[in-house]
């Protein structure tokens, strides 16, 4: 099985960019889920770049091949996108993983 | 309106078994994987594993294979997650999640087992 690394932690100032990346990709889509504490994850990026319905354009996803790596940006922080937030991807059989898990912060 | 609605929180012995159900409404629950994650406490999100609501098909996370049961009863619209014999380190809240197409889009909100001499 393969493991995704990610930062433990990343912080910026409301109206900045922060980046968060996830390393150890299979090759396969990566999705960016933001779970604040006591709830459920919810997703901010599925089929590494793509948005669902209701995620700001502020959520962006980016893949470097070169060093097999995915990120999460988020531009034009706002308070409501702290939080931990998760990569996660899958094998070929359908096995899944989640990342490490990056706490953001905004000062 | 998709939903899946969890079943409540648990206080259990160690060697105790448990079922824990979540329940899909909505939409067509049958053409749909259903996954079920753990949290430990202060920590991040585990994948345990898969299972399709049509024809059962499974898949399991090493790292819980043999240590964990995952069904469904399509006819309810319900999947499980059981264990024979709970230890300490089964203390976690349990999610399970929706995996339409290439993520897990719903999620339920959570079943906290809590596992306690």
């Known amino acids: 099985n393969f493991m995704l690394t990610q930062p433990h932690s990343v912080s910026g100032s409301p109206g900045e960019t922060v980046t968060i990346s996830c390393t150890g990709s299979s090759g396969n889509y990566v999705q960016w889920y933001h779970q604040r504490p006591g709830s459920a994850p919810t997703t901010v990026i599925y089929e590494d770049n793509q948005r669902p319905s209701g995620v700001p354009d502020r959520f962006s996803g980016s893949i470097d091949s070169s060093s097999n790596s995915v990120s999460l940006i988020i531009s034009g922080l706002k308070t409501e996108d702290e939080g931990d937030y998760y990569c996660?991807?899958?094998?070929?059989?359908?096995?899944?993983?989640f990342g490490t898990g990056t706490k953001v912060t905004v000062l | 309106e998709v939903q899946l609605v969890q079943s409540g929180a648990e206080v259990k012995k160690p060697g105790e078994s448990l079922k824990i159900s979540c329940k899909g409404s909505g939409y067509n629950f049958m053409s749909y994987w259903i996954g079920w994650v753990r949290q430990m406490p202060g920590r991040g999100l585990e994948w345990i594993g898969i299972i399709y609501a049509d024809d059962s098909d499974t898949r399991y996370s090493p790292s819980f294979e043999g240590q964990v049961t995952i069904s469904v009863d399509k006819f309810i619209s319900t999947a499980y997650l059981q264990w024979s014999s709970l230890k300490a380190s089964d203390t976690a809240m349990y999610y399970c999640?929706?995996?339409?197409?290439?993520?897990?889009?719903?999620w339920g909100q959570g079943t906290m087992v809590t596992v306690s001499a």
């Open positions: 996660q991807s899958s094998d070929s059989s359908n096995h899944f993983v």
């Open positions: 999640a929706r995996h339409g197409g290439s993520y897990f889009s719903y």
